[in-house]
């Protein structure tokens, strides 16, 4: 049984978290949606992607189809958001028929014709909402509670914990003798350097340390988990956080991701946010995560469940000294933070707002070329097509740029 994992419209919900990449790529805790699936041994044949991800997605998952011309008659449509632990995928495949499982207007799970499978790849192409009558199916079912299926970008908080805990249970604890030791739960180092005085707090969940890791005399509190290479500083206490490869940490992180080659290299305080790849936050960069009248947090109107929520930052995004950022703040792609930042800030925009300055329109080329710069400095290298992915995201987010009053201009403090 051929599987497709397929982006849907909620998409841009997880905008601008997901201008850079499928909705399956984003990490939830320590593993990307496709990382689970892959990890149950459903490894996706088939990858639909809105068309400017199509190069990048390839470049991600070469072992897999992306967008391709011909669809298997037999293929099992998979939501991309939607964690593989609440599908029978083993029942799912053995249903002869076409079928849609639904909830409200997001398909979930289908099996469909050729013609229908046309449009909905048509659809998911140009990041729209499939009009799920189209589709066409003998059988649909509508369900309103869907375990398992992410809707905003306040979820991958909101699950992170369990996340991590589920991705340290099962891992067998190691003979950490120079670093000591509370509670029962997994303690792991996979040939990784841990400081003698080092605090390892497993108390309330188990922690991994991955492979080529350094943690200098510091305090992880558990469920953690620390990718490969990463480097921690002295003195940094880490709590219930997932922090990506090859990454630079100090100062205090509290329930957050941070995406692999991400920098977080001096103090200051991340609480309850998500970090994106390649985001460098200068030193004494602190988020809020927590209002004064302890109330819950609202994101656009909305209101998120959350009385501790911090800020999303985007891919390649980069603070300044001493830059503050208030609770449920979207940073975009590529943006540069100076001072206090109060609300959301377009992508490719220099925020100078927050001391007295003018916000102005970041230039394409002065972007690619950083990134240029940036990525050997952790053993990688721009790609044409990351670079085109860029340039695409350049001009999806004109409008945004506009509609905030970001000028084209030179910035000056």
């Not at 449009?119 to 909402?129: A, P």
């Not at 921690?232 to 206490?237: R, T």
Request: proline residues 3%; contains cysteine; charged residues 20%.
């Amino acid at each position: 049984m051929p599987l497709a994992l397929f982006e849907d419209h909620h998409w841009s919900n997880f905008s601008p978290l997901t201008l850079t990449r499928a909705t399956f790529d984003v990490k939830v805790g320590p593993k990307t949606l496709f990382e689970e699936f892959s990890y149950s041994n459903n490894i996706p044949d088939v990858l639909l992607v809105r068309k400017y991800l199509e190069g990048i997605t390839a470049e991600r998952h070469s072992e897999c189809y992306i967008n391709p011309n011909v669809i298997d008659a037999d293929t099992l449509f998979v939501n991309g958001l939607l964690h593989p632990a609440s599908l029978d995928l083993a029942r799912l495949a053995n249903i002869s028929h076409t079928f849609a499982i639904t909830s409200g207007n997001r398909l979930l799970v289908a099996r469909v014709s050729k013609k229908s499978a046309e449009y909905l790849q048509r659809c998911i192409e140009t990041g729209k909402s499939a009009n799920l009558k189209t589709l066409g199916v003998e059988k649909s079912t509508d369900t309103q509670a869907a375990e398992g299926l992410l809707s905003d970008p306040w979820d991958l908080i909101r699950v992170l914990e369990n996340a991590l805990e589920m991705q340290t249970a099962a891992e067998q604890s190691s003979d950490l003798s120079n670093a000591r030791v509370l509670g029962k739960h997994a303690v792991v180092a996979e040939g990784a350097t841990i400081e003698d005085n080092t605090v390892l707090d497993a108390r309330t969940g188990g922690i991994f340390i991955g492979p080529g890791a350094y943690i200098s005399q510091s305090r992880i509190v558990g469920p953690a988990y620390i990718d490969s290479y990463t480097q921690v500083k002295q003195f940094s206490i880490i709590e219930k956080s997932y922090v990506g490869r090859n990454c630079r940490i100090a100062g205090e992180i509290e329930h957050s991701i941070i995406s692999d080659y991400a920098n977080k290299a001096h103090d200051g305080f991340l609480g309850h946010s998500y970090v994106g790849e390649w985001v460098n936050l200068g030193a004494m960069t602190t988020t809020s995560d927590l209002k004064m009248t302890y109330g819950k947090i609202r994101i656009h109107g909305r209101d998120t469940g959350l009385d501790k929520l911090g800020s999303f930052f985007a891919d390649m995004s980069k603070t300044s000294i001493g830059t503050l950022v208030y609770s449920g703040r979207r940073i975009g792609v590529s943006s540069h933070l100076h001072g206090l930042v109060a609300g959301d800030v377009p992508s490719f925009t220099i925020y100078g707002k927050g001391i007295g300055a003018r916000n102005v329109e970041l230039e394409l080329a002065s972007a690619i070329d950083t990134q240029r710069k940036v990525m050997p400095r952790r053993g990688q290298h721009m790609s044409k097509a990351y670079e085109q992915m860029m340039k695409e995201i350049f001009l999806l987010t004109r409008n945004d740029r506009k509609s905030t009053s970001v000028r084209k201009a030179k910035f000056s403090v």
